[in-house]
Nanobody, 126 residues
């Protein structure tokens, strides 16, 4: 089955760093962009965090995470990463990997996402 699967979440102490991974071994990423979203508040939409165009490598970050989050990918391994530096309690959320529709650029809204991962919980304690 062509899925997206996140890993690397869990409990973490504030200030520590954390790296999330997203695997899509059976998916095609060429021509697409991938992104990370997070869901912090029940009843509200998922928020865009960071995105990257798979082949070109250009990135986009939400203003709230610029300078602390780093998105990257390993083209050969078909892995997407999100490094979170100096974690804060407000980073607590379910983090989702997302793939755009073909040739549509980095998705920054819920409706711009073609495929979602199942999410991984990150809990940052102070």
């Amino acid at each position: 089955q062509a899925y997206l699967m996140e890993s690397g979440g869990g409990p973490v102490q504030a200030v520590a760093s954390l790296t999330l991974s997203c695997a899509g071994p059976e998916r095609t990423f060429q021509g697409y962009a991938l992104a990370w979203f997070r869901h912090q508040v029940p009843g509200e939409e998922r928020d865009f965090v960071a995105g990257i165009r798979w082949i070109e490598g250009d990135t986009l970050y939400a203003d709230s995470v610029k300078g602390r989050f780093t998105i990257s990918r390993d083209i050969d391994k078909k892995l997407l990463y999100l490094q979170i530096h100096s974690t804060k309690p407000e980073d607590t959320a379910i983090y989702y990997c997302a793939q755009s529709f073909l040739a549509q650029g980095i998705p920054t809204t819920f409706d711009a996402v073609g495929t979602w991962g199942s999410g991984t919980q990150v809990t940052v304690s102070s």
